[in-house]
């Protein structure tokens, strides 16, 4: 990517953040939370993702899950927009990737929400079937970008069922990563703390703090 476009890509991130942060923060109605939501994500789909294709494998199982079709995410990597030089995907890239697969999504603000209400949201966004990607950073020096998805939630064992396809690799099954969740959705469980520990260090170009799609499909 040139440099004129590379600076273009963070003006255009700058703004997009901009505009994101003065969205109405989302109201947390507490009646509509379940104790336990689950949707359905199998081992089988728990794809690992080549070199900095998060982000459209990510997508990838946003479609699987929701229109119930096989997709395959190495398409989605290749077709997926709005990369910058170092291979990372902007977040405007995913929300187009889904709207042109069919997926409506919501980008709530977030940011002026308590850690407590951040939980209550993914807690009833997935209590409507809807799961939400995020963020974060998988490192300890807060230099590694990264999205997963969160397919499920138990309030009761305070778990995140989450699939992350940066998961270690599963050694009996090339291009699989392993699965910790058993008949569980996704690949990992995350507690309420860690998953907040994984998302407060998201963002770009001090931009999408706290950054979630929230995905749904009705086939109407």
């Given at each position: 990517?040139?440099?004129?476009?590379?600076?273009?890509?963070?003006?255009?991130?700058?703004?997009?953040?901009?505009?994101?942060?003065?969205?109405?923060?989302?109201?947390?109605?507490?009646?509509?939370?379940?104790?336990?939501?689950?949707?359905?994500?199998?081992?089988?789909?728990?794809?690992?993702?080549?070199?900095?294709?998060?982000?459209?494998?990510?997508?990838?199982?946003?479609?699987?899950?929701?229109?119930?079709?096989?997709?395959?995410?190495?398409?989605?990597?290749?077709?997926?927009?709005?990369?910058?030089?170092?291979?990372?995907?902007?977040?405007?890239?995913?929300?187009?990737?889904?709207?042109?697969?069919?997926?409506?999504?919501?980008?709530?603000?977030?940011?002026?929400?308590?850690?407590?209400?951040?939980?209550?949201?993914?807690?009833q966004q997935l209590s409507q079937g809807k799961p939400v990607i995020i963020l974060g950073d998988l490192s300890e020096t807060n230099s590694f970008k990264h999205?997963?998805?969160?397919?499920?939630?138990?309030?009761?064992?305070?778990?995140?069922?989450?699939?992350?396809?940066?998961?270690?690799?599963?050694?009996?099954?090339?291009?699989?990563?392993?699965?910790?969740?058993?008949?569980?959705?996704?690949?990992?469980?995350?507690?309420?703390?860690?998953?907040?520990v994984f998302w407060r260090d998201g963002g770009m170009y001090g931009m999408y703090k706290w950054y979630a799609i929230v995905a749904s499909f009705?086939?109407?």
């Amino acid at each position: 990517m040139k440099l004129g476009v590379k600076i273009f890509a963070v003006f255009v991130t700058i703004i997009l953040g901009i505009t994101f942060l003065y969205n109405p923060p989302p109201v947390i109605d507490k009646s509509q939370i379940k104790a336990t939501a689950l949707i359905d994500y199998p081992s089988k789909f728990n794809y690992r993702q080549t070199m900095n294709d998060c982000g459209p494998f990510n997508t990838a199982a946003v479609v699987r899950a929701l229109k119930k079709e096989e997709i395959d995410p190495q398409v989605f990597a290749e077709e997926i927009g709005w990369r910058l030089p170092n291979g990372y995907t902007l977040p405007w890239g995913l929300e187009e990737q889904l709207e042109e697969n069919g997926i409506v999504i919501e980008k709530p603000n977030l940011k002026s929400l308590s850690d407590e209400e951040r939980i209550l949201f993914l807690q009833q966004q997935l209590s409507q079937g809807k799961p939400v990607i995020i963020l974060g950073d998988l490192s300890e020096t807060n230099s590694f970008k990264h999205y997963v998805t969160v397919f499920g939630f138990d309030a009761l064992k305070d778990e995140f069922y989450i699939y992350d396809s940066l998961h270690d690799k599963n050694p009996g099954l090339e291009g699989m990563t392993k699965d910790d969740n058993a008949e569980l959705p996704g690949n990992r469980t995350f507690s309420s703390k860690g998953l907040l520990v994984f998302w407060r260090d998201g963002g770009m170009y001090g931009m999408y703090k706290w950054y979630a799609i929230v995905a749904s499909f009705s086939d109407v």
